[in-house]
C-alpha cells in the first residue's frame, strides 16, 4: 500500500481519488461506511471533504464574511493535493440550478 499524501505540515490532503469514492456515494457517509472500505480514505477524510464543500458553498452564494472567503482558500490550498483536485471541490460546492 502507498502512503497516504500529506501536506507540509503533515495533514492528510484530499486528492482526485478520495473525491471520486465521496462522488460515488453522493456525499452520504452512511451508505459508504454501511458497504464497508479500505484504508484509502478515514472519517477524518471525508469530514475534511464535507467541510470544504460547505465553506465554499457559502463562498458562492455570497453568504461567508470575508474573512470565511479568505480562510476557506487558504484551507483548500493546503488541504488539496492539486489545482485539479481544488477545482472539483470547487465545482462539488457551487449551487446548481434545480
Same mark, same amino acid.
Given at each position: *500500500? &502507498?502512503?497516504?499524501?500529506?501536506s507540509p505540515t503533515?495533514?492528510?490532503?484530499?486528492? %482526485?481519488?478520495?473525491?471520486?469514492?465521496? +462522488? $460515488?456515494?453522493?456525499?452520504?457517509i452512511d451508505a459508504?461506511?454501511?458497504?464497508?472500505?479500505?484504508?484509502? *480514505? &478515514?472519517?477524518?477524510?471525508?469530514?475534511?471533504?464535507?467541510?470544504?464543500?460547505?465553506? %465554499?458553498?457559502?463562498?458562492?452564494?455570497? +453568504? $461567508?464574511?470575508?474573512?470565511?472567503?479568505?480562510?476557506?482558500?487558504?484551507?483548500?490550498?493546503?488541504?488539496?493535493?492539486?489545482?485539479?483536485?481544488?477545482?472539483?471541490?470547487?465545482?462539488?460546492?457551487?449551487?446548481?440550478?434545480?
Amino acid at each position: *500500500m &502507498t502512503a497516504d499524501p500529506t501536506s507540509p505540515t503533515g495533514l492528510r490532503l484530499v486528492t %482526485l481519488a478520495k473525491l471520486r469514492v465521496y +462522488q $460515488a456515494f453522493g456525499g452520504d457517509i452512511d451508505a459508504w461506511a454501511r458497504r464497508g472500505h479500505d484504508d484509502s *480514505m &478515514t472519517d477524518a477524510d471525508w469530514h475534511l471533504i464535507e467541510s470544504l464543500r460547505q465553506d %465554499l458553498h457559502l463562498v458562492f452564494t455570497c +453568504q $461567508a464574511s470575508p474573512a470565511l472567503r479568505a480562510a476557506t482558500e487558504n484551507r483548500l490550498r493546503a488541504a488539496a493535493d492539486s489545482e485539479e483536485t481544488r477545482g472539483v471541490l470547487r465545482e462539488l460546492a457551487r449551487p446548481h440550478p434545480v
